[in-house]
Every structure is written in structure tokens, then in C-alpha cells.
Nanobody
Framework: QVQLVESGGGLVRDGGSLRLSCTAS????????MAWYRQPPGKQRELVAA???????NYAESVEGRFIISRDNAKNTVYLQMDRLKPEDTAVYYC????????????WGQGTQVTVSS
């Protein structure tokens, strides 16, 4: 099992930027894929971005071109650079790892709040 801790959230104005970090309790080098999810107020959790251990990335259409996911295996950390933020990006952001046994993302952290004011 791996524990994930998210950080970097905060309050930012429309058009601003934030960089989220997700630090793991152990090496992530062998984890097939890491992802960022978010849960807006009153809505279901949704996938924002994912990155494989080979560096392949995919993004939700709503963040394509504004967000960049990256990973530093040496630091056991996954990042989410968020630019040109919009009020609709307001949510609690979670980090997760892909479990190759269950074929699902799990090991959710406590989340970090991102609030974008208009």
C-alpha cells in the first residue's frame, strides 16, 4: 500500500495559476499510472489527468491545454501545473495511483482545495 499526500491548493483569481504536488510514502517508479482527480461542490469525482510510468499523459477535455501533469520518480512526487484557471475548476483535487491488481485507481489522499474566484 502507498500513502499519498496532496498539497499546493489555495485561492486564486480567474486566469491565475497553481501547482499541486502529490508526494508518495514510497517509490512510485513501478506504479503503472498516477492520476489527479477532482470533485467540484455537489458533483461526482472526475478524472483530470493521468501519467504513465513511461510519461504518456492524458487529460480531461475541459483542462486540455491549460493543465500539465508530470512525475518525478526520484522524489516520489506527481505534479499538476494548472494555468489559466477558471471558476469551474474549483474543486477538491485528489491524487491516486493505478492498482494493477484491481485495475482501478486507489490510495486516495486527503485532497487539496482549489478555489478560483471570478
Amino acid at each position: 500500500q502507498v500513502q499519498l499526500v496532496e498539497s499546493g491548493g489555495g485561492l486564486v483569481r480567474d486566469g491565475g495559476s497553481l501547482r499541486l504536488s502529490c508526494t508518495a510514502s514510497r517509490s512510485i517508479a513501478t506504479i503503472t499510472s498516477m492520476a489527479w482527480y477532482r470533485q467540484p461542490p455537489g458533483k461526482q469525482r472526475e478524472l483530470v489527468a493521468a501519467i504513465t510510468n513511461r510519461g504518456r499523459t492524458n487529460y480531461a477535455e475541459s483542462v486540455e491545454g491549460r493543465f500539465i501533469i508530470s512525475r518525478d520518480n526520484a522524489k516520489n512526487t506527481v505534479y499538476l501545473q494548472m494555468d489559466r484557471l477558471k471558476p469551474e475548476d474549483t474543486a477538491v483535487y485528489y491524487c491516486a495511483r493505478y492498482n494493477s491488481d484491481t485495475l482501478r485507481f486507489d490510495s486516495w489522499g486527503q485532497g487539496t482545495q482549489v478555489t478560483v474566484s471570478s
